[in-house]
């Protein structure tokens, strides 16, 4: 009987997960994604907006700040660690952000997690990929199509495979994020 009820769990647990992912995510209403992402993570701070499509793992995990903008199609992972995204984030279209990868010395295949930390002001390009155990500083910008494997400092430009420090921002950080645009 209890094995019977763990599988029914399983299979119930499965289906929310599917239908929020391929179903609610795509409803073009900011307010209702923004609904349903809020009973999910951990903390979703004020004025912060999440364009459609995007997905996230382990939701318990993911903390994130005002005014930040999590575009559409990004994937945030909280399965490895924690997921804590800062005020005035911007992360572009189709960025992938890891708590959670596989070790590829181990004979066994095994999962390492470490948390990613992302500090205010952040501005993330499009198609990045951010690996387990990252922390990015106050005021970074990574440049799209990067792969961030280290820690980036404050006030830094990154770009590349993997990400090196490719310039340096000047800017005294004043805005506050609230992009909402209509059905996207």
């Known amino acids: 009987m209890k094995k019977i009820l763990i ?13 929020i992912r391929e179903w609610l995510m795509y409803v073009p209403l900011h307010w209702f994604r923004k609904m349903i992402i809020k009973t999910q993570f951990k903390n979703v701070g004020r004025q912060t907006n999440f364009l459609m499509g995007i997905e996230f793992r382990t939701p318990k995990n993911i903390s994130i700040g005002n005014n930040s903008v999590i575009n559409k199609k990004v994937l945030l992972d909280g399965r490895g660690g924690k997921l804590v995204i800062g005020n005035n984030v911007d992360i572009a279209q189709e960025t992938n952000i890891w708590t959670l990868e596989h070790d590829v010395h181990d004979d066994n295949h095994k999962h390492v997690g470490a948390d990613v930390i992302i500090e205010d002001y952040v501005w993330i390009a499009s198609r990045v990929t951010i690996l387990p155990g990252v922390t990015i500083g106050k005021g970074a910008v990574v ?14 430009i990154v770009g590349g495979v993997p990400g090196k420090i490719i310039g340096e921002r000047k800017s005294a950080l004043s805005y506050k994020l609230n992009y909402q645009p209509w059905f996207k």
Do not use: E
Request: charge should be positive; glycine fraction near 0%.
């Open 143 to 156: 440049a799209a199509n990067s792969i961030i494997t280290k820690d980036v400092p404050s006030m830094v």
């Open 7 to 19: 599988n029914i769990y399983t299979i119930f647990k499965a289906a929310k997960d599917y239908l």
